[in-house]
């Protein structure tokens, strides 16, 4: 088990998650901002795995014979995807509500994900993808978690990191529009947590890594949210072994 002093699980954040858990598969309920962005953010994983393993953009299982790893997997949006396109997955969250909405959702959908409710620094193991995305700005410590993360990547391993930018335009956004209008669950975000492009950037290469690619997540009323080179609301950053 991780000791205290290199706990990052937040137990408030976790009852938070762990309050929505029945109701993440709903794409019109608590969690539906997310089943907007997920198809973004996974746009972006698809090409980081092409272009870090030099694959072929029109496989089908593109992760065959690797394992992955996705932190605060919450009812896992992400591990199924993954799982999809042919990984071992293991998904780890800090609610065990989570993890029993993921199993139960999982095994309907016929997919052996492993999931485990814990800190990600008590996992063993290395895994050759490694998500944690909208997860940093949730954590006690944002430096250990970064560490963390970087303990479990296999050499040659590809990391996908997500997070809000610190800006005054994902505050409007996010917390006085998003949340106050209800499209997010209050209490979700502290603004205060958010980590600048450059601050994450940082903690990266503290912990032995570096970014390869950092893409924004932008949102307008024709486009809904994508892609973009707009950082201001949200980025998506690939990282490997420096």
Not at 32 to 40: F, G
Not at 54 to 74: E, I, N, R, T, W
Not at 76 to 99: H, I, K, M, Q, S
Request: aromatic share 4%.
């Amino acid at each position: 088990m991780t000791n205290a002093s290199t706990a990052t699980i937040n137990p408030d954040e976790a009852a938070h998650f762990g309050a929505l858990a029945q109701d993440w598969w709903n794409p019109k309920g608590s969690s539906a901002m997310l089943h907007k962005l997920n198809p973004v953010r996974l746009g972006f994983i698809r090409h980081a795995i092409d272009a870090h393993w030099d694959g072929d953009a029109k496989a089908l299982k593109p992760l065959a014979g690797k394992c992955a790893l996705d932190v605060g997997c919450g009812a896992g949006l992400v591990c199924e995807p993954l799982a999809r396109l042919g990984a071992d997955v293991t998904g780890v969250d800090a609610a065990p509500e989570n993890v029993a909405a993921a199993q139960a959702h999982a095994e309907g959908q016929g997919l052996p994900i492993r999931y485990v409710s814990d800190e990600v620094g008590a996992l063993e193991g290395e895994f050759n993808l490694v998500t944690a995305l909208e997860v940093i700005e949730h954590v006690t410590d944002p430096a250990t978690f970064i560490a963390q993360l970087a303990a479990r990547l296999a050499p040659d391993g590809l990391m996908i990191l997500s997070t809000p930018n610190r800006t005054s335009q994902s505050k409007l956004g996010m917390i006085t529009l998003a949340e106050g209008l209800g499209m997010i669950p209050k209490g979700t975000h502290d603004w205060d947590k958010f980590l600048m492009p450059d601050e994450l950037t940082a903690l990266i290469a503290t912990a032995g890594l570096k970014v390869v690619e950092t893409r924004g997540i932008s949102f307008s009323p024709s486009r809904g949210l994508h892609l973009s080179d707009d950082l201001a609301l949200n980025y998506i950053m690939s990282v490997a072994t420096a």
